[in-house]
């Protein structure tokens, strides 16, 4: 069944590129609008050659990678004292209600602004952007252990880390690594954005550099590399969630 999914992906791919090579065939747009798969494919090659696309991929993925960790540490903290407490849910509700209010894309010159145009902006937008969906599954999968279970743990006199450990963790995983999952793809999306605000590397960055010199087919790399980031970072998760699920499907 991998395999047959393997093949369909495949298949997908290379229709999807003969579609776009008819259009660009048929249609004949100039290179500067639409160029063709060949195009792009020795764009993307005279950018790995000269070392530029693996330069700023490196840096647009730490400006991931460490925002995403900086964001599900926050959430997952924070997400279980709310989990915990209805006064803290009443008292932090709004505020976390209103910072989904507030698109990224407004918010993001601030934080360079305040926090300047380097690394550490940008993380801090990839966390933002990180943090509501993962606050939002853990505080579900923690609420939805079942109270019985609970029970038994108290009748077993089982600490708070106890019942931490072996009850509320391996119940509220599933849902939380759905949230990890949502949190992953948009962190790429967090990255970008911080990167088009104010940068001078990164896939972003490269990104305005092709449309400012009418290279499309340089615009066309960054997109499909951060596209490949996201299903990479995507398969990850995918990758945790089946070795640390692993007992469920035992069961």
Not at 11 to 28: C, E, H, N, S
Not at 74 to 79: D, E, F
Not at 161 to 189: D, Y
Request: proline share 5%; glycine share 8%.
């Amino acid at each position: 069944m991998r395999r047959q999914n393997g093949w369909l992906t495949l298949v997908t791919l290379l229709l999807g590129l003969l579609l776009w090579q008819a259009v660009v065939a048929v249609w004949r747009p100039p290179a500067f609008i639409l160029p063709g798969p060949m195009e792009v494919g020795l764009r993307f090659w005279r950018a790995l050659t000269d070392g530029s696309l693996l330069r700023h991929t490196w840096v647009t993925l730490q400006e991931v990678l460490l925002g995403l960790l900086l964001g599900v540490s926050l959430a997952t903290l924070l997400g279980y004292i709310i989990a915990k407490s209805r006064f803290f849910e009443q008292l932090l509700a709004p505020y976390l209600v209103a910072s989904q209010a507030i698109p990224i894309v407004a918010l993001a010159p601030l934080l360079v602004i305040w926090f300047g145009p380097g690394m550490f902006s940008k993380i801090l937008i990839c966390a933002l952007i990180v943090f509501f969906p993962v606050l939002v599954n853990t505080v579900v999968g923690l609420r939805a252990v079942p109270e019985h279970l609970r029970d038994l743990m108290k009748s077993l006199q089982a600490s708070r880390w106890q019942v931490l450990h072996h009850l509320e963790i391996p119940a509220a995983l599933p849902v939380f690594l759905g949230g990890l999952r949502v949190g992953a793809t948009l962190s790429v999306i967090g990255a970008v954005v911080g990167e088009f605000v104010g940068s001078d590397r990164g896939l972003g960055f490269l990104v305005n550099i092709g449309r400012g010199q009418y290279d499309t087919a340089l615009v066309f790399v960054a997109i499909l590399t951060l596209v490949a980031l996201a299903l990479a970072l995507y398969g990850l998760v995918v990758l945790i969630e089946s070795k640390a699920l692993a007992w469920q499907a035992n069961r």
